[in-house]
């Protein structure tokens, strides 16, 4: 089956100009002078994450090799990209102001539809393909971008350029809703056009030191075009959609979607359950991520275009930890395969050890607190710690709410995945209610709707605990071992050398 495009093509980057003059740069704190690496003392590094490390050769530093993902220190901010790309203030002040604005949800209140708005201002610094070929070298670990077939050096090229970004704190932002989606009908579950609500939200904060919004706004109930109204989430079953956009766009819109109290949530993980990226062989994992196109893994989008086009407005959340600043890339390519649907990636402020390991969660709470009615269906895979761990979690959190979880057993479809992971968090759930599955096809005739979220056909051999994958079956102490795709090596150990 193929999924059929529906709405406006989302390019979620917003070019703006800002009516603020961007703000001296040394203002910019530097992640790490606040907070320097704190490993626990205990923590016993994983043999395999040495394993995995080693075998990359010896430039990387002696922190990830202690297996926790450092990046969110060292990902390079304000003054350390400028440095990095040997530009000034001067040259900064010349290039326009941009915005990521992400797809967002809204709740119903006794207020009307209360709009989450997040996404993050910056700088673009027009820097030299040379210099940016140097950089994505470093990322290519082991490959020269010469080296590559003139599309991944373009790719590479351009995620390089997205990584080396300016961003921009104390900005205000003002978000423009109109009611210009083209939706067609009963495809993308159920999304219609919202017949008004169009008005300009000036937001309530300025952008934080990461340059980062995130904040609700409540949407007044204005008249559309042939006097048309949003209809109040109390009074419909349907996801209505506004076009979204920042003050000043250039380039790309976003969509917010309006989402009844009661019905069907998907929450899905990306990295190797949407797309291949082999996180768990590192080499792999960063062309997969720095280079190569984007490719959907296996059949999984004939699965979620059945679930879009059967569950009765099905609302679609893609929640990925992967940084921010790598958020269009993976926005792309969800929405030319996959459902349209509002989006998650990790905000810049969760920049310390132990907020790095509660991010998955941090915002999973928020969008269960934000629809306490609705039901979850959770999709992830086994090699995410932080996913093992909070999907459980929620289900003895928030009784009632999780539907459904569905875990893709990447070992059984690739031998290479050797890494641990930790089962123990679904002794006593439901069988019923979970499912570590192996391929796309496990996951088809299932009952969603009626709770059947278990095909008896997959055969389920679950020993609850850690999964130390004849790496030795000691837990370690220090329990994640890695938080996304992105998160345990790949950027990190490339970045680590940089600086
Ligand atoms: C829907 O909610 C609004 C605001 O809380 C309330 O005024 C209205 O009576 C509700 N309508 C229904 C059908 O419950
Ligand atoms: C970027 O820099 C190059 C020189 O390195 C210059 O030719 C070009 O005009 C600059 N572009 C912008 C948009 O400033
Ligand atoms: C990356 O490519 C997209 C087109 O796919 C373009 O819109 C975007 O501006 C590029 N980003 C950078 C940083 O060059
Ligand atoms: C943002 O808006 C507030 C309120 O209008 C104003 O006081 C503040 O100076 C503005 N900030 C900037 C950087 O323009
Ligand atoms: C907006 O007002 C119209 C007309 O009074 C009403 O029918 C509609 O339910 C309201 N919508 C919202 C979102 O409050
Ligand atoms: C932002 O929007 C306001 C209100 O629509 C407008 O007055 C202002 O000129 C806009 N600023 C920019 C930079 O587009
Ligand atoms: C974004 O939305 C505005 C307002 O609806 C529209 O004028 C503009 O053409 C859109 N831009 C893109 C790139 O779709
Ligand atoms: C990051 O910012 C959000 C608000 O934008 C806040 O709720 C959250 O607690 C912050 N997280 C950390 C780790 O500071
Ligand atoms: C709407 O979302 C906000 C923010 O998460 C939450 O505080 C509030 O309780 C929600 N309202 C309802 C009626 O669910
Ligand atoms: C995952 O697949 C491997 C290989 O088939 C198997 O040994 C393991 O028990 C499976 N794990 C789970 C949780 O089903
Ligand atoms: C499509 O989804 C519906 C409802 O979830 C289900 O009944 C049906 O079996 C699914 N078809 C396939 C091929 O998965
Ligand atoms: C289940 O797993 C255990 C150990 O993990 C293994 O000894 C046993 O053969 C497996 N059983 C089946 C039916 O796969």
Redesign the pocket.
């Known amino acids: 089956m193929s999924f059929a495009r529906t709405l406006v093509p989302l390019s979620v980057w917003a070019a703006v100009a800002l009516a603020a003059p961007a703000p001296e740069p040394e203002a910019l704190p530097h992640p790490m002078v606040t907070a320097a690496p704190v490993v626990p003392r205990d923590f016993e590094p994983g043999t395999y994450v040495k394993s995995l490390v080693s075998g990359l050769g010896s430039d990387v530093s002696s922190y990830v090799a202690s297996g926790i993902p450092q990046y969110f220190q060292d990902f390079p901010t304000g003054d350390k990209v400028k440095k990095s790309l040997g530009i000034d203030d001067k040259d900064l002040e010349?290039?326009p102001t941009q915005v990521l604005n992400v797809p967002a949800y809204a709740n119903w209140t006794d207020e009307g539809w209360n709009v989450r708005v997040h996404g993050n201002v910056y700088k673009l610094p027009?820097a030299?393909q040379e210099k940016i070929d140097d950089l994505a070298n470093v990322f290519l670990i082991g490959t020269d971008i010469e080296d590559l077939p003139p599309n991944q050096q373009d790719q590479a090229r351009n995620v390089t350029r997205s990584i080396y970004v300016v961003q921009q704190p104390h900005q205000n932002v003002t978000v423009h809703f109109e009611n210009d989606v083209s939706v067609e009908p009963d495809a993308s579950g159920g999304v219609i056009n919202a017949k008004g609500g169009a008005q300009v939200i000036k937001l309530p904060y300025e952008t934080t030191v990461e340059g980062d919004f995130d904040t609700f706004v409540k949407l007044k109930n204005t008249t559309g075009p042939n006097g048309g109204h949003m209809m109040a989430g109390n009074e419909t079953k349907s996801i209505q959609s506004l076009n979204m956009y920042v003050n000043g766009t250039m380039s790309g819109n976003a969509t917010a979607y309006l989402v009844p109290p009661t019905g069907f949530t998907i929450i899905s993980d990306i990295d190797d359950i949407l797309r291949v990226t082999k996180i768990y062989q590192p080499k792999e994992g960063l062309l997969n991520s720095f280079a190569r196109p984007f490719t959907p893994w296996m059949n999984m989008p004939e699965i979620y275009a059945n679930w879009s086009a059967s569950i009765p407005d099905f609302h679609f959340h893609y929640l990925t930890t992967t940084p921010e600043q790598v958020t269009r890339n993976y926005m792309e390519f969800i929405y030319k395969t996959y459902p349209l649907g509002s989006f998650d990636t990790r905000p810049l402020n969760f920049s310390d050890v132990s907020a790095t390991l509660q991010i998955r969660r941090f915002l999973l709470d928020k969008i269960f607190q934000t629809f306490p009615q609705r039901k979850f269906i959770l999709m992830g895979d086994t090699t995410n710690s932080d996913v093992m761990k909070a999907y459980p979690a929620l289900v003895k959190d928030y009784p009632g709410q999780v539907q459904c979880i569905f875990l893709r057993n990447t070992t059984a479809t690739d031998d290479g995945d050797l890494f641990p992971y930790d089962t123990s968090g679904f002794e006593g759930i439901d069988q019923k209610q979970y499912m570590f599955f192996n391929i796309v096809d496990d996951l088809k005739n299932l009952d969603i709707v009626g709770g059947n979220c278990y095909n008896p056909n997959v055969k389920q051999n679950v020993t609850f605990g850690f999964q130390g994958r004849g790496f030795g079956n000691a837990a370690p102490k220090q329990s994640s071992v890695t938080s996304s795709a992105f998160g345990l090596f790949v950027l990190a150990l490339a970045l680590n050398m940089l600086m």
């Open positions: 010349a290039t027009n030299t």
